[in-house]
């Protein structure tokens, strides 16, 4: 319409329409132009670009997006110990843990990865920031050089609200994992040589402003978290487990788990006005009372007292040369509680020097003075065990002998009842036949001669008359 009245005018006067069609184009080209440029803005006023959500589902608004990010992959297989690797572990437990959170109303879930590739923490932080995380939770498994430590820790930001939101969530997986039967190496910060994040995920995610969790989940290289992981199935509960930690946090609802989090409380932190430091001392106090001795079992109860004002005390080892051996790393009994009494195995026939080591948070330990006590010589279960065994095993001889000597006796019975049944033999009927024959022949003789002497004698009574 405008058009054929716009015809209607160039008829009027040329000059005019021309005047009026190059307004009229600028003002289309200002109106297209413009409108390109709103939409840009508007673009990334969204964090959206073509670029940057490249295969990338957004989320929908008002939605909790975290992401999920299985520690190590590919080449960088992490941990490896027996016949278990890291990088394969993280990977199920994700893999758990996002199936799980997927049956929550409100929340969009990534992975940073969900095969075997690898990939840089910058990557993976990028990759959060590109989907708008809310959070960036890191899921691992732990070493230590010695193979001694054991437990589950987080590590969290030592900086302001990221600080206290990781060690927000950090209290409700930590207290999952310690209900699972796993003993709590506590929530902790890290710092470099530079005063910032240890940890390049941490670090990285923050200068995002993602707030970013650490989770170890237990030790892969020690027997006493060996039955946590040494299955599959125990690795999908850890992701289930992670999963529930989040629902938590985020007061999430499930219609299909038929579950819900809306009112859970969450441990209020403080945001920090300082950064948090890590605790780099040794325990304060760490000092020992013998209370009992039993001399008959060799059982010794040792009062322990220490304490660590900045990380707590976490574990204890003792040993009864006076230290050149430890025991293993025993749990501390109650974190709340500074002094506590134990129960020690002394062999006998050694003079006991007993010594404690009281480890804190950071795995730092103080000695603790030594008690010498009196050698007991009491016999071991071993050494009772190996006397029962000498008795027996003399009883058992007897017992042969015994038998032996019954069965002896009954052999040179029936050897005796054997010897005097046997039949005579020919040479022994030969030998009597002889001696009797010789015996005839002998009594033959002398009567003989006996009979020609009383013949003789009559003769010569004869020859006299
Ligand atoms: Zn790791």
């Not at 008829?11 to 413009?34: E, H, P, Q, T, Y």
């Not at 027997?223 to 992981?229: A, K």
């Not at 125990?234 to 579950?259: C, M, Q, R």
């Not at 001696?435 to 004698?457: E, H, N, Q």
């Amino acid at each position: 319409m405008k058009r054929q009245r716009n015809r209607r005018i160039f008829r009027w006067d040329n000059f005019i329409w021309l005047r009026f069609r190059n307004g009229l184009f600028g003002m289309a080209l200002l109106f297209v132009v413009s409108g390109m440029l709103s939409a840009s803005v508007y673009a990334q006023e969204d964090g959206i670009s073509g670029e940057m959500t490249d295969g990338i589902e957004e989320a929908e608004s008002g939605q909790i997006v975290v992401v999920i990010d299985p520690g190590h992959g590919g080449e960088n297989l992490g941990g490896e110990y027996e016949d278990y690797t890291e990088k394969e572990m993280t990977l199920i437990v994700a893999d758990s843990m996002r199936e799980e959170l997927e049956k929550y109303e409100g929340i969009t879930v990534y992975m940073t990865r969900d095969d075997d590739r690898e990939l840089s923490l910058v990557e993976r932080c990028e990759y959060a920031e590109r989907v708008n995380a809310d959070f960036l939770f890191c899921l691992h498994f732990n070493m230590s050089g010695e193979h001694t430590l054991f437990g589950a820790e987080c590590w969290v930001s030592a900086f302001g609200e990221n600080y206290s939101k990781g060690y927000s969530f950090a209290s409700v997986e930590m207290d999952l994992l310690q209900d699972l039967g796993l003993y709590s190496r506590g929530i902790k910060t890290r710092l470099n040589d530079r005063g910032i994040d240890y940890y390049g995920i941490i670090r990285h995610s923050v200068e995002r402003d993602i707030p970013c969790v650490l989770i170890e989940h237990c030790h892969l290289d020690q027997e006493n978290d060996q039955p946590f992981y040494d299955h599959d199935e125990k690795l999908i509960e850890f992701g289930i487990l992670d999963a529930t930690a989040v629902a938590k946090y985020f007061h999430l609802s499930s219609e299909e788990l038929n579950v819900d989090y809306s009112n859970y409380r969450n441990v209020q932190v403080d945001v920090p006005a300082n950064v948090v430091s890590p605790d780099r001392t040794e325990p304060d106090i760490c000092m020992i009372e013998v209370v009992d001795q039993n001399m008959s079992n060799g059982e010794v109860s040792v009062q322990v007292s220490a304490a660590d004002y900045d990380s707590g005390m976490l574990y204890y080892t003792y040993s009864y040369d006076g230290g050149q051996n430890f025991s293993p790393l025993q749990r501390w009994q109650d974190k709340s509680v500074d002094t506590f009494v134990f129960t020690m195995q002394v062999p006998p026939h050694v003079v006991p020097r007993i010594v404690v080591n009281g480890y804190n948070g950071y795995d730092l330990y103080t000695t603790s003075n030594m008690v010498s006590l009196p050698s007991m010589d009491y016999k071991t279960a071993e050494e009772i065990a190996a006397q029962m065994e000498g008795k027996e095993a003399l009883e058992s001889i007897s017992q042969t002998l015994v038998a032996a000597k019954e069965r002896s006796r009954i052999i040179t019975r029936e050897v005796s009842i054997a010897q005097v049944k046997k039949p005579l033999s020919f040479q022994y009927f030969m030998t009597v036949c002889i001696v009797c024959a010789l015996l005839v022949l002998g009594m033959t003789i002398s009567m003989i001669l006996i009979l020609g002497g009383r013949k003789r004698k009559r003769r010569r009574k004869r020859k006299k008359r």
